[in-house]
């Protein structure tokens, strides 16, 4: 990416790194379009996921109890994927992957 060479000459950056729900790629199977999805496709994974249920939901839906589905409300296609992989009783994952600037 150009812009680190342009804004930040003095610091050699090759990589980047995330580390968060958005990296899941069980993301693809609700949300095969999304630029959430494109985004995540850029990053190679690393083997390193953890659990991330809790940490989707309060992103989501800003709820104070991840884990009280029956309390969620949800409007949009992230949202109603979210709860409906919960309730089938699978997990979301954060995910850490990098990618080459």
Do not use: K
Request: glycine fraction near 4%.
């Amino acid at each position: 990416m150009r812009f680190f060479g342009e804004h930040f000459p003095e610091e050699p950056v090759g990589i980047a790194h995330c580390r968060s729900w958005l990296l899941d790629p069980q993301l693809a199977e609700y949300l095969p379009e999304s630029n959430i999805v494109a985004f995540a496709r850029r990053f190679h994974l690393v083997p390193a996921a953890e659990l991330g249920d809790q940490a989707i939901v309060r992103w989501i839906f800003e709820a104070s109890d991840p884990t009280d589905l029956a309390s969620l409300r949800p409007v949009t296609t992230l949202e109603r994927s979210v709860v409906r992989h919960l309730r089938a009783g699978r997990h979301w994952r954060i995910e850490l992957g990098w990618l080459t600037l």
